[in-house]
């Protein structure tokens, strides 16, 4: 698969746990070709999803929120 | 959703976390065998990863890989891990396979190993075996394993619960305890009869290429049910 080249291409192939649409990606610090802080937001639902140490937190919101209630 | 109850589980795992990963060292052979026949080309994921026992692997011999797991703290145990051994073909991913946050036909192979049947609701588990199917390349394999309800260990409890239909709960379902390292935590489990699991993998439109019984612990009764499958 030639666009998963370094750790950074690999956020191509994640979308949105809830509405499966493409994520953006807002960098705030990165080592090497590694994302270590930022975050992804979903184009469609604009759910924001934080990347921090080097790893996505991808669960769904709407289930936080289910958990709390 | 909510009887899938999300976030319990992962409160479940994360306080077993480092129990389970001293418990859990010994990769299974099944999972090795899989691995091996994949190509070096390979991108795959590991959907409930662990403590990495078979993602490690999976990195060493295939291109790159994606690890999702429930529990954070089983994640920053796989990452420990990962920059001991200095391997940085894999991106591990908070996230739960219910709610699967990877695109679809991404993947060329995938495992998904001993957490079906910790998910609670019939409807919730196909749900999870159709996001594998979702991610899968046309050509992709997966392999999917779970415990068997008729195992020595669980045999009785569940011959007692049918004869005499106990409870109201999914016949299948148990809450086993975590009892090691003085903790008493208990995890739920959907334990499986080989034709439930068979059916369920059909149900989310897999196509089995081999199932077997496999007998790990157990020593009469098989104790494990490795499925491959394709789309």
């Known amino acids: ?69 | 959703m909510n009887s899938y109850n999300l976030l319990k589980s992962e409160k479940t795992w994360n306080a077993i976390a480092k129990s389970f990963d001293i418990t859990r060292k010994k990769p299974w052979n099944q999972c090795i065998d899989f691995i091996n026949d994949l190509s070096k080309e390979d991108i795959v994921a590991d959907f409930a990863c662990g403590n990495g026992r078979h993602l490690i692997p999976a990195a060493k011999h295939c291109k790159y890989v994606i690890g999702l797991d429930i529990s954070g703290k089983l994640i920053e145990i796989v990452q420990k891990k990962l920059n001991n051994e200095k391997i940085r073909n894999v991106t591990l991913i908070h996230s739960d396979i219910v709610n699967n946050p990877t695109e679809s036909e991404s993947v060329d192979a995938a495992m998904y190993i001993a957490a079906l049947h910790n998910i609670q609701g019939r409807i919730n588990r196909i749900n999870s075996l159709k996001e594998i199917r979702r991610t899968l390349k046309n050509d992709g394999v997966a392999l999917i394993s779970v415990w068997s309800r008729w195992q020595d260990k669980y045999r009785m409890h569940f011959l007692k619960k049918w004869f005499f239909q106990i409870g109201n709960s999914e016949f299948g379902d148990i809450d086993i305890l975590w009892r090691q390292h003085g903790l008493n935590i208990p995890r739920f489990y959907h334990l499986y009869s080989k034709k439930e699991f068979q059916k369920d993998l059909k149900d989310a439109n897999l196509k089995i290429i081999e199932i077997n019984n496999t007998k790990l612990i157990s020593k009469k009764h098989p104790d494990n049910y490795f499925a491959i499958v394709k789309k």
């Open chain 1, 1 to 69: 698969m030639e666009r998963i080249k370094t750790k950074k291409d690999i956020l191509e192939i994640l979308c949105c746990p809830t509405c499966k649409s493409d994520l953006e990606i807002e960098i705030k610090k990165e080592e090497k070709d590694e994302i270590i802080t930022g975050i992804l937001i979903c184009k469609k639902c604009k759910n924001n999803y934080k990347i921090e140490y080097g790893i996505p937190n991808l669960l769904p919101k709407k289930e936080k929120n289910d958990f709390n209630q």
